[in-house]
């Protein structure tokens, strides 16, 4: 379940605005479920139409409870069942309609796009190049940097897949401390052997001719990767000596 901020001052939490969240106070928010969503990422599904905070006179987002439901369900589609956001739109269009509305599969890919079908097994949802720019807000010689770093790799057709957004975001916000994508590629090393270690375990299951068997192989994945992601984050706080919120 996602938490909200209590009425009282927390620590990095905005004060509520009749009953409205700022976009850092739905970070916290979001933190417990989804540890690597970003203020570049909340942007991106908004330019997507997927949410629609209110503004402020200044510009300021502003989101209200049902805002934060949503987003909670949209990320929770793409990291669950691997949905493109164009299908998941639809999927909560419909929802809002108060249309019967059973959770679609995604299978192969036809001409770029999504088709919906029965799937052997997931498709990880992608976005264009002028996506990703857009969401990380940079242009294309940074982005090409992180690139040359091995940061952010597009797939074999040229795109992107969604975690992109989320590497892109983070890679910013270090960059913000003077931590530059040559600091970083000591952090990728170690991601790529996690995910040697986490392809090795799962790997037997997802060549089973059974496609029960590669299902778990997939839930297995994601067990493992958020184990991995929550071991990694205690072993950096344990070393720093400090407790992150």
Not at 16 to 30: R, T
Not at 74 to 86: E, I, N, T
Not at 195 to 204: F, H, K, R, Y
């Amino acid at each position: 379940m996602l938490r909200t901020p209590s009425g009282g001052a927390g620590h990095g939490a905005a004060a509520p605005d009749n009953g409205l969240m700022s976009i850092g106070a739905v970070l916290n928010a979001l933190r417990d479920e989804f540890p690597e969503v970003t203020v570049s990422k909340i942007r991106f599904l908004e330019s997507e139409g997927l949410i629609e905070p209110q503004r402020t006179p200044s510009g300021y987002r502003k989101f209200g409870p049902d805002d934060v439901e949503r987003l909670g369900h949209v990320l929770r589609m793409q990291r669950d069942h691997y949905l493109p956001l164009k299908v998941i739109r639809e999927h909560l269009d419909a929802m809002a309609r108060g249309e019967a509305a059973p959770l679609p599969s995604v299978g192969r890919q036809r001409d770029g796009e999504a088709v919906v079908v029965e799937p052997e097994g997931p498709t990880v949802a992608r976005i264009g190049r002028d996506e990703l720019l857009a969401a990380a807000e940079v242009g294309e010689q940074q982005l090409a940097e992180w690139e040359s770093y091995g940061l952010i790799t597009p797939l074999s057709d040229g795109v992107y897949d969604a975690e992109a957004v989320t590497v892109a975001g983070l890679v910013g916000d270090l960059g913000r401390f003077g931590i530059e994508p040559r600091h970083l590629r000591a952090m990728k090393a170690a991601a790529d052997r996690e995910a040697g270690l986490v392809d090795q375990v799962v790997a037997p299951l997802r060549r089973h001719r059974n496609p029960q068997t590669r299902a778990h192989a997939e839930a297995q994945t994601r067990e493992l990767a958020g184990l991995a992601v929550r071991l990694h984050a205690a072993l950096v706080r344990s070393a720093l000596g400090v407790r992150v919120p």
